[in-house]
Nanobody
């Protein structure tokens, strides 16, 4: 069982930065593929970024590539999403996800999800 708690969301002006954190419970955190998703009002949940269990493989959605960076610290059971050059269209609730599958592409069917943290980018 893994419990995920996101933090670091808030209100920021366009062009600003935020770093989201996801704290995971459980002794097997390092064996999970981890990811970030987001859902804006009236829209479907979408993939933002994913990272393999070792941190050696990452993937980012085209909409955030070059602006967002996912990373993890297995010693601390933490996953991060550094978000730079934020745009109003990045406004959404951001969710952390953990998957037993080694494939980042399978994160959409993750076994565990956090409650989400709100990110609001003003223009």
């Amino acid at each position: 069982q893994v419990q995920l708690v996101e933090s670091g969301g808030g209100l920021v002006q366009a062009g600003g930065s935020l770093r989201l954190s996801c704290t995971a419970s459980g002794r097997t955190f390092s064996s999970y593929t981890m990811g970030w998703f987001r859902q804006a009002p009236g829209k479907e949940r979408e993939f933002v970024a994913g990272i393999s269990w070792s941190g050696g493989i990452t993937a980012h959605a085209n909409s955030v590539k070059g602006r967002f960076t996912i990373s993890r610290d297995n010693a601390k059971n933490m996953v991060y999403l550094q978000m730079n050059s934020l745009k109003p269209e990045d406004t959404a609730v951001y969710y952390c996800a953990a998957s037993r599958s080694p494939r980042i592409g399978a994160l959409g069917e993750s076994d565990y999800w956090g409650q989400g943290t709100q990110v609001t980018v003003s223009s």
